[in-house]
Structures are given as C-alpha cells and as structure tokens.
C-alpha cells in the first residue's frame, strides 16, 4: 500500500513526510522526525503529555493522524525555546521545581503557553481546570501551577 | 487501512458508498482513534470530512444557527451567537474531555459515537435540533434524537454521515440548560443527566418545554409526560416534583460501576428540575 505524502508546518519549518493512514502524528514527530521532546503516555488521549498545537489549536497529538496535519501548522514543545533562551513558562518551571521525572513536562508546557496566549491574565482556578487533561504522576499540581501563575506575570510585564 | 480526505460532501459518501469492508468518517477522531487503538474497531478505509469546504463552520440560519459536522468543542465555546441562544447545549458540549479534547471532539461525533451517557445529546434532543445527513443519494433532515439506537449504534445507512447539526430559532423568554452527575468535578462519564429546554410567556408559566435525559437507557430518552408536568405553570415545587418523578419513573438505566438502577432513577429527576429551574432563570422567568 503506498504510504500519503505530508507537506505540513512544524515550528515554523516546513516538513514533508511519508506516512502510514493508521500512523499517529505522535509517532511520525518522535520516530521519523526525531522531535522526541513530545511525550507518549497513555495513547489514548487522556493524560495529555503528547500535546502539541495543530493550527494553534491545543489537542493530544496521539489523537491525531499524521495524514491530517497535511497543509496545516503544528507547534511541538521544541518550538518554546528562542535558541538557548527557554521561554519564560520553561524558566518558571525550573525555578519552582515543578517537575520531576519530567515526562509530563512538555505536555504542560504546551497547554500552559496555548493558555496564557488565550489569556494573559488567568485566574489559579482557570489554570487548574485548562490544565485538567495534562496528568503529573510525581510532583502533584501546586508547582505547576504556581510555575505557571508566576510566568503568566512575568509575561504581562513583557 | 485507507485514509482519504475529499474535498467535497458527495465524494465523501461515494468513498464510504464504495468500501466494500468498514469505512469510518473521521471528524475530531476522539473517539474512532481511542476504539481502533483498543482494538475495538478495525476499519478498511477512514473517511476525513474536515476538508469538505463549509464543514467547519458555525453558520447563522432563520434565527438558529448551523453547526458544521467538523467544528470541534472549543469553537463552539467561543461563539458568543450560540451561547446566548442555546446556552444548555453550549454548556454540555463543554462538558466533553479536557482542553485537548475541546479541540478536537465535535457536537457531530458526539450524537453519532452513540454512547448512552454522551453530554451534548439530551442537550441537543431538548433543542430540537435537527441532523443534516447528507449520503449517496443526496441530503436528508433527520431529529437528532433518531440517529442514536443503542449503545454505539447509529441509524445512519452505508454512505450516509451527518454533515450538519441545526439549532433552531426560539421566542423570547425561552432557554435552556444540562447538568449530569459524575462523582468528580469534571472529565468523566454522566451517570445521569438531563436536558431541559423551556419557553415561557410574558406571565412566566411554561407554554413549552422538552426534557431529555441521558445515561438512563440505551439512548437518550425524551421525557414527554415528565415535560407535559410543567405546561401552564411557573415551575411550582409541586409541578417540579411531579416532573421529577415523570423523569425516574421513565428512566431504565443499568446497575453498573458507575451507578446502581435506584440510584440513577433518583438522580435523574433532580438534575432534571435543577436544570428547569436554571433554564427558567436564564428565560428571565424569576424575574
């Protein structure tokens, strides 16, 4: 079976690839792709480490077949950072400690940043219930939280 | 397993038309891509009607407005148009999943995935909304309340998908509103839930209402006799009781581990008046 030519956006790069119909966009990102920043835990949409932006939409990418990002943008974790400058939500998390294995990580970075570009100013319950789909198994939530709070204000005094 | 994303409504129910073996339209994926990953589902050929122009689009029509089969949750939850008209199915479709979920999961999916305990159906049934299927042999309007059959099952036949769902205009002083029970505060399945969709006249008393519930049968149920309790009043606790008790005693839910049959039977009659009072708030009817 011939596999379905991919032309998409990633991080602002332009990308084509071959692909699989059943093949998720979350396998083609880390297996063929080599952008290993985005995580699989569950596969089946509901702890949210594999979030990614699809034309700035925040949705889990094991969710999404690789054959639907055709002529659409997807931002992966791997786009937060300015070179070696984190973005200020990456910064935040180390400075509150608000992770620990860190495989969840990404995945609330990229829900965090989908947030706080929705709305600069979120309120601590607004924080909790965005980020009600992006599981931690270590640290528990206070941190993140916090993480994010702290950057939402940083990012408002520019 | 075929991947195809046509371009328009009649190539679509051709390829599905066509597939000799399981063809599946592919809209949020919420579902399909969570039952094939189980195993559960094995199709030959997946149908992706979000590039059919016009699909993913909230469109005004008569007074309501024309929800197109590809719009995810979120949209939805960022209409300000269809907030303000059908704040109920708004609310239960924002119920569905987490944000992620809200970006992908559509009202359209929802109704044809054909779960018992889906958020945005007794919503959407108390609306009288109606489904716009479009198939091999053209386009027909269907009441959502007849697409779903049973657990899982839909009635749509080989080719045929919902490409549209219409929210209909309503009068002044009307309003509508959905509350379940889940035993946590959000991201779980109904255990029992309601629909309610009332109009009033310029005294306040009830001159129209549909009630639907959810999680209690193999398919959403419309309460008539439950709604017919609270024509002609101004939802009295004792018309309010009585419409309780229409709801429980309609209700034949399943003991499962999410609920027992008594206790869902119970629970379904007060979400049901809890969410008349509050469509009857929101029609301006406590005033």
């Known amino acids: 079976m011939s596999r379905i030519h991919v032309r998409t956006t990633i991080n602002g790069d332009a990308v084509e690839y071959l692909c699989e119909a059943g093949q998720s966009l979350l396998d083609v990102l880390r297996d063929d792709l080599g952008l290993t920043g985005t995580k699989e835990g569950c596969g089946t949409g509901d702890c949210g480490a594999c979030s990614v932006l699809l034309d700035g939409r925040l949705v889990c990418s094991c969710l999404v077949l690789a054959a639907e990002a055709d002529q659409r943008s997807v931002e992966t974790v791997e786009g937060l950072a300015d070179g070696d400058r984190l973005h200020p939500l990456q910064q935040k998390f180390l400075d509150h400690a608000a992770l620990q294995c860190g495989i969840c990580t990404p995945g609330f970075l990229v829900a965090a940043r989908a947030l706080l570009e929705k709305n600069p100013t979120p309120s601590e319950t607004d924080v909790r219930y965005w980020l009600a789909g992006n599981l931690c198994r270590c640290t528990g939530y206070d941190k993140i939280v916090a993480a994010v709070m702290d950057a939402a204000a940083q990012m408002r005094k520019g | ?287």
């Open chain 2, 1 to 287: 397993m075929q991947f195809a994303a046509p371009r328009s409504a009649s190539e679509a129910a051709a390829l599905l038309q066509a597939e000799p073996g399981d063809a599946r339209v592919l809209a949020g994926g919420s579902d399909l891509l969570v039952q094939m990953k189980s195993g559960a589902l094995r199709p030959d050929l997946l149908v992706d009607i979000k590039r059919i122009p016009g699909l993913d689009a909230i469109t005004a029509e008569d007074g309501g407005f024309r929800l197109g089969a590809a719009v995810p949750g979120a949209r939805l939850g960022e209409h300000a148009g269809v907030r303000a008209l059908w704040p109920g199915v708004v609310e239960a479709v924002e119920l569905i999943g987490s944000t992620q979920v809200q970006g992908r999961a559509t009202v359209a999916g929802n109704l044809c995935n054909a779960s018992p305990a889906a958020d945005a159906v007794p919503a959407l049934v108390a609306a009288d909304a109606v489904a716009r299927v479009f198939g091999p042999r053209g386009e027909r309007d269907c009441p959502v309340s007849d697409i779903p059959v049973g657990p899982g099952r839909n009635s749509l036949a080989k080719g045929e998908f919902v490409a549209s769902i219409l929210l209909p205009a309503r009068p002044k002083r009307a309003a509508d509103a959905y509350l379940r029970f889940i035993p946590r505060t959000e991201m779980d399945i109904a255990v029992a839930s309601a629909g309610v969709s009332l109009v009033l006249d310029e005294d306040g008393r009830c001159t129209r209402a549909r009630i639907a519930l959810g999680a209690v049968g193999p398919k959403v149920l419309l309460a008539e006799e439950a709604a017919h309790c609270l024509i002609g009043t101004k939802l009295e606790d004792a018309a309010l009781a009585a419409m309780a008790e229409a709801c429980s005693a309609l209700a034949s839910p399943i003991d499962d581990k999410r609920g027992t049959v008594a206790f869902r039977k119970q629970v379904v009659g007060v979400l049901a008046k809890r969410a008349a009072k509050i469509a009857q708030d929101r029609a301006g009817g406590t005033k």
